[in-house]
């Protein structure tokens, strides 16, 4: 089975759920005869019959391969950590941290990644809290 | 005249300390983020936005500076296309054609100096054409209601599609998930919440900036883990970057051609400054290659291209100023951008806002001045950025797009829905799905419904409404004959292969 195919089903399976949710909504009235249902629901048609040419005329199969899908994943997850570690940590930490944990990933050593990961946040730091006045976190867990 | 009464206007805008500075920065940044191959206009503009409205810039600054990254980045584009074979962004790919075998020829320096030129002749061109046309299109956009502008976006989006994509089916789905996108958050017309699923963040609308950061930025870096050509150019000296007055007299036609090319493809929606170099490249092909020269190192193969994707720079600009209909997804991000400093272009903006209209426009001369001088004697400052390694760049797009979304919104959650736009985005570039049709979707949505609304409060519910006006009649057969012509030639190319 083509990959376009496959992308197509679950296209089909967005515009049904998304069309649903927009039948829920108010229908119009005399002053607004199309009211916020209607746009929506264009939409989810639009989508349903871009869909279904997608599952019936799917381009010609170019393999979708993911070359690079454990370092990617790695990154991915290490974006999620990083939001959630910003505001605890501090900007000049979590940053050291999350550059020389993606730097690792792409063949720099830990000790290279983080010496340039400090550099840069120190100096992203400065130059946004001292030079343009936009404030970033310092840092939850340090005593004041 | 009055177009140069305001454009002095304008000059006394972009000529105060502050948007002085923001115009060089523009252009300096810009090059910078065209040097390097992958990040083009449209990622560095999306990254440097929450910066200008942090900053709390006035619009006109703003736009300045962001405008100055998007024209900028089509000079610094050809660097790495002439030294490394390698397109530094989507509008210099055409150059790599020419420009590196000039450089493998030791003409390296000769070709930096002309194509630097000749982006100077198409930008400058440009922005003349963009004082001239502009006020003339929004004096004739004035008369629009809702039923043509409604027509005019489904224009916008089926153009981009033909022409953005290889597969307009797949460019359409991407705008409708723009579209659908914008549906999020309270109903503009009945103040009824739309899809929110009770939760309050989402009330105000899915934020454009969060998406705009998500699709060009994270989800370039996670295509960059799986290509390996940044950081692989060795230190590469570029002595003098001359090039004498004959080769460039040889080449001031083609500069020309190039650049009026370029400015008209741009005007048009959905084609962007890649279409515009490859037209104008196969033009002057067909009309001066009687040698047979290009491709091997022709100094007119370099000239074509790198003026016409800088006309095609200032062309897109008409558009998204006059009609507040961008045709591109770096003119629909600066579009965005622009309604968060609560500027809303479209043919009234000559009226309401002039000193942001003609301080961009004056601003645009001397930006092209400022990226003439940083392009010819410093280039090889931009030259060396290509010797960044790939494991400091990469985390680096990275920390930038986080402080960015941080410095504006404060919060964890937009970070993590930043980063599941960003996997999103990364999926659909994956699947052939172009991103420029669905941030224009984003960017639209909005007006797009409440035209069409009240167009048919209007006409008391009645469809044919939207196709009454001769205006919007043409619009929609323009947008069917977009919509149908590579699908005919298609056919047409099956039947004589």
């Known amino acids: ?144 | 005249m009055d177009v140069w009464h305001q454009l002095a206007g304008g000059f006394a805008v972009a000529l105060l300390p502050l948007n002085l500075a923001l115009a060089f920065a523009g252009a300096f940044l810009g090059t910078l983020i065209g040097a390097l191959p992958g990040i083009g206009p449209v990622n560095g503009v999306a990254i440097l936005i929450p910066i200008a409205y942090a900053l709390k810039l006035p619009p006109e600054s703003a736009l300045i500076l962001l405008a100055g990254v998007y024209y900028g980045a089509e000079y610094g584009g050809r660097i790495s296309s002439i030294l490394l074979n390698v397109p530094g962004d989507a509008g210099a790919v055409i150059t790599t054609l020419d420009g590196y075998p000039m450089a493998q020829r030791g003409r390296a320096g000769e070709a930096l100096a002309l194509s630097a030129l000749s982006s100077f002749i198409g930008g400058t061109l440009s922005v003349i054409g963009l004082t001239l046309f502009a006020p003339a299109l929004a004096g004739w956009a004035i008369r629009f209601g809702p039923a043509e502008y409604f027509a005019l976006m489904v224009f916008a989006f089926t153009t981009l599609a033909s022409l953005a994509g290889k597969d307009p089916v797949k460019a359409l789905i991407s705008s409708v998930f723009g579209l659908m996108l914008a549906t999020v958050g309270l109903d503009p017309g009945s103040g009824l919440p739309r899809f929110t699923f009770g939760e309050l963040k989402l009330y105000d609308g899915i934020d454009f900036l969060v998406v705009a950061i998500g699709l060009f930025a994270i989800s370039e870096v996670l295509v960059l883990m799986e290509q390996s050509f940044l950081g692989s150019a060795r230190q590469m000296r570029v002595t003098s970057t001359r090039v004498s007055l004959m080769v460039f007299l040889s080449t001031l036609w083609t500069i020309l051609r190039g650049s009026v090319i370029g400015f008209f493809i741009g005007v048009l929606p959905g084609a962007g400054a890649s279409i515009a170099s490859a037209v104008a490249y196969t033009t002057e092909k067909r009309l001066v290659d009687r040698e047979g020269t290009f491709g091997q190192g022709d100094p007119r193969g370099v000239a074509a291209p790198e003026a016409a994707n800088n006309a095609a720079a200032g062309g897109a600009m008409v558009p998204m100023l006059t009609l507040g209909v961008p045709g591109s997804g770096t003119t629909a991000v600066l579009l965005g951008a622009l309604m968060m400093f609560n500027v809303t272009p479209g043919p009234m903006i000559f009226q309401q806002r002039p000193e942001v209209v003609w301080g961009l426009i004056a601003s645009m001369y001397i930006g092209n001045l400022m990226l003439l001088v940083l392009n010819l004697p410093l280039v090889g400052v931009f030259a060396r950025i290509l010797t960044v390694p790939r494991w400091f760049l990469i985390p680096a797009i990275v920390t930038l797009s986080f402080v960015g979304v941080y410095a504006v919104n404060n919060s964890a959650f937009d970070l993590l829905f930043m980063t599941g736009i960003g996997v999103w985005g990364y999926l659909m570039r994956k699947f052939g799905f172009p991103l420029a049709p669905m941030i224009l979707g984003l960017v639209l949505g909005h007006l797009m419904e409440v035209n069409l609304r009240r167009a048919l409060a209007i006409s008391g519910g009645d469809v044919g409404f939207l196709f009454q006006s001769p205006i919007s009649l043409a619009l929609w057969l323009l947008s069917a004959l977009s919509l149908f012509l590579p699908f005919l030639v298609v056919r047409f190319g099956r039947g004589r292969a």
């Open chain 1, 1 to 144: 089975m083509r990959a376009d195919r496959f992308v197509g089903l679950f296209l089909l399976a967005l515009a049904l759920w998304y069309g649903l949710e927009a039948k829920g909504l108010e229908a119009g009235y005399l002053a607004d005869p199309l009211g916020p249902r209607a746009f929506p629901l264009l939409l989810s048609a639009v989508l349903l019959g871009l869909s279904l040419f997608m599952v019936f005329r799917p381009a010609a199969g170019v393999g979708v391969g993911f070359p690079a899908w454990k370092g990617q994943l790695a990154v991915i997850a290490s974006f999620v950590v990083y939001s959630e570690l910003l505001l605890p940590l501090g900007f000049v930490l979590a940053t050291t941290l999350e550059v020389a944990f993606v730097a690792r990933w792409l063949g720099a050593s830990w000790g290279k990644g983080a010496a340039a990961g400090f550099g840069f946040s120190l100096a992203l730091y400065l130059i946004f809290v001292f030079g343009l006045g936009i404030p970033l976190p310092l840092g939850q867990w340090w005593p004041a």
